[in-house]
């Protein structure tokens, strides 16, 4: 067996198998604490999403040196018709109460407000609250709104409005759309792989020992996280946990799909299933290794990013489907063998059992794509081409904040009661660091800037007026903190004091901090996915020993992927009545479709060649087709519908990536590999395999069939 076949045979010794599982035992049972902390570990405040070298992060940087690193709570009151002397009352009451919280971050001392006070009858006041970060982000100031809720809402139900907005309020109603999102996400994604095993095997016990391996690959590899987390500086955030777990349960459990569907086949050829699984590991083990391999390439890939919400993706991702694969190679096959056949029940395989594959759906589908394997990708790339056309409606031009939630929350109304009666960006100012001697002239420069309030341009209350040579000043948007207009404003204001001479002024603040986000996103996936697919191709070209092959197999998975992202686009503006796409939306998408895509052609190509070493490129791909068509449908509808459980969250960013990962896994399994890849290789044929050893022996062969029948002539 060489290298591959040894040790396969020391993974499955009938003392091995005991060794590991007493192994995961101890890993897991040690694992298990750091894995429920993994939350704890979360960075959720701007520089776990910002790009690390954007204007906008450099202002956060320095901006510590002047205050606390906080963010406002805006709470918002209206009454229509015009505030009454008891609401006054009120609201100046409620201001007391809130100066005199310590608690969870929030700064009493510096709440501003009621504002404005010396408009005799306003219809609105607001009172601005500053919360300090605490370690846990997104969590730490969902706690101090907490605390500013009961005070601010406990009112007679007489038609005075009060709501929480801002930035505090908006991270505040993030951070409880986010809470509890692993156990949303694991429970949905356990449900979704139950179900599918459960139809796939049609067998109650089977099902039991991929589900509990894959649990325990999500402890193992939390764990993991967990640790690199406190003791290596690595960042994992809300988004890249949510992820970890869905990617986790999908690959395991694609690769358990793959092991189980070797191992049937060499059971109904080999008595003793130690041998069975030692076959099964030997042969299909490096496919799983290479489409592993290719993930965690691709996933490394994000570390070129710019925006560190994607930079700290990458790594999260690469270690969950290491620790994926180490256990699905493994733990797996171990309690697979300490169970024996029985585990198959009630369709135990055994010795001489028919192969249920060679009259299949499978090998149906592809005797029918053999008679005209042109007609059919041709048609197929057609109608993927005319669903590609889709993209016209995509729209990943970034989401408001209104936009970013599938509800309704209270910082969304909020912000659309703040917007009737004040400028747009209070509570949300433009942040400015300048040289302490030019900052009469950067103030100036930043007033006469069209969308900035004039005369907001100021230093806040209690700030140093110098630090080391700097100063800070403030200044409010006209136009709302997330819209176009007001990214427009940073650009203008950036112009202005960044013409000031000496100044060195720097402009940022959330505005600023979108719209360079918005930009790096756009210089990432225009590097990344290049890079990704040329590391792609590479794998596949060492793989398959072939350069055809790979070019081939690439182009289908961006083929699928337009198409993909095309119906997806329809689907979010008529269907599901999305205003647009986060900028990341589009890599995300690309990196997951064709990182995970690629773990099909692997699985299919890898089985066709072997399959042609035997006989020929197209008995190849029809064995390879009917073997591998039910494992790979099954594995497909398993990761889409992890990726779908995403959409149980109620951000609509994640809600779109889930629709459009499982779309295009489907999309893919359903038709790209088996139909696309299956005709293109049919109509190919040995010159799929070129230049390696295999595309010379067929074409030698069909050189002499071609000498032979001419001599009959």
Not at 2 to 26: F, M, T, Y
Not at 198 to 215: A, F, H, N
Not at 523 to 548: F, N, W
Not at 637 to 660: H, K, M, S, Y
Request: net charge neutral; proline share 5%; with cysteine.
């Amino acid at each position: 067996m060489g290298g591959a076949g040894r040790a396969a045979r020391l993974v499955c010794g009938r003392r091995a198998k005991w060794i590991i599982v007493v192994l995961w035992i101890v890993v897991l049972a040690a694992a298990g604490p750091a894995a429920s902390k993994l939350t704890d570990a979360e960075k959720n405040d701007a520089s776990a999403w910002l790009p690390e070298s954007a204007e906008s992060t450099r202002v956060v940087d320095e901006s510590k040196a002047f205050l606390p690193q906080n963010v406002t709570a805006v709470v918002v009151y209206a009454r229509d018709s015009g505030l009454t002397p008891s609401d006054d009352a009120t609201i100046a009451a409620d201001a007391e109460q809130l100066r005199a919280l310590t608690a969870h971050g929030i700064v009493g001392s510096q709440v501003q407000g009621p504002l404005p006070d010396r408009v005799a009858d306003p219809r609105a006041k607001v009172i601005l609250v500053p919360i300090t970060f605490g370690d846990n982000g997104w969590n730490s100031i969902s706690k101090a709104v907490d605390q500013i809720r009961p005070i601010v809402t406990d009112h007679p139900d007489d038609g005075l409005e009060a709501h929480i907005t801002g930035p505090g309020g908006v991270a505040a109603d993030s951070s409880d759309a986010f809470a509890g999102i692993d156990g949303t996400l694991l429970f949905a994604a356990l449900g979704v792989v139950v179900v599918i095993l459960l139809c796939t095997y049609r067998s109650p016990t089977l099902l039991l020992v991929p589900v509990v391996c894959v649990v325990g690959a999500l402890l193992a590899a939390q764990a993991v996280i967990y640790v690199l987390a406190r003791h290596a500086s690595l960042v994992v955030n809300a988004q890249s946990a949510g992820i970890l777990t869905v990617l986790v349960f999908g690959a395991g459990t694609d690769y358990a799909l793959l092991l189980v569907a070797r191992y049937r086949e060499e059971l109904r050829r080999h008595e003793d299933r130690h041998e069975a699984m030692a076959l099964a590991l030997h042969r299909a083990g490096p496919a799983v290794i290479a489409s592993a391999s290719t993930v965690i390439v691709s996933m490394l890939c994000l570390l070129a990013a710019e925006m560190n919400s994607t930079n700290g993706l990458g790594p999260v991702a690469a270690i969950g489907v290491a620790v994926a694969l180490l256990a699905m190679l493994t733990l797996f096959p171990a309690v697979l063998l300490i169970t024996g056949r029985w585990i198959f029940w009630p369709a135990v395989p055994h010795l001489g059992s028919p192969e249920p594959t060679e009259t299949g759906l499978w090998a149906r589908t592809g005797r029918r794509i053999a008679r005209r394997p042109r007609v059919v990708w041709i048609t197929t790339v057609a109608i993927l081409a005319a669903l590609s056309f889709g993209l016209i409606s995509l729209n990943a031009s970034g989401l408001t904040t209104a936009e970013s939630f599938t509800g309704t929350p209270d910082s969304v109304v909020g912000q659309k009661v703040q917007a009737r009666y004040f400028p747009a960006g209070t509570g949300q100012p433009l942040q400015v660091v300048a040289n302490t001697a030019s900052l009469d002239a950067v103030r100036t420069s930043l007033a006469a800037v069209p969308g900035v309030v004039a005369d907001s341009v100021t230093m806040p209350p209690g700030v140093p007026a110098e630090r080391d040579g700097r100063s800070y000043v403030e200044a409010t948007l006209t136009a709302a903190a997330d819209s176009g207009a007001a990214r427009d404003t940073v650009d203008a204001a950036r112009s202005a004091v960044h013409a000031v001479p000496h100044a060195d002024a720097l402009v940022g603040g959330g505005t600023a901090a979108q719209l360079d986000s918005n930009r790096a996103s756009v210089r990432d996936e225009k590097v990344l996915i290049p890079v990704i697919l040329a590391v792609v191709l590479i794998i596949l070209a060492l793989l398959l020993r072939a350069v055809v092959a790979p070019v081939v197999l690439i182009a289908t998975v961006v083929v699928s992927f337009t198409a993909a992202l095309g119906i997806s686009a329809l689907a979010f503006r008529h269907v599901f009545d999305f205003a647009a796409e986060d900028t990341s939306f589009p890599l995300l998408v690309f990196v997951f479709l064709v990182a995970l895509g690629i773990d099909y052609n692997i699985f299919l190509s890898t089985r066709v060649r072997e399959e042609s070493m035997r006989a020929d490129t197209r008995t190849g791909a029809l064995t390879g087709l009917a073997a591998t068509g039910g494992v790979i449908t099954s594995a497909g509808l398993v990761l889409a519908g992890t990726f779908a459980a995403l959409a149980t969250l109620p951000i609509v960013g994640f809600a779109e990536i889930g629709f459009a990962v499982a779309l295009g896994v489907l999309l893919d399994t359903m038709v790209v590999r088996p139909v696309l890849v299956t005709a293109l290789t049919l109509d190919l044929r040995h010159r799929m395999w070129w230049p390696s050893a295999l595309w010379r022996r067929e074409a030698e062969a069909a050189g002499r069939a071609e000498a032979g029948s001419g001599d009959g002539r």
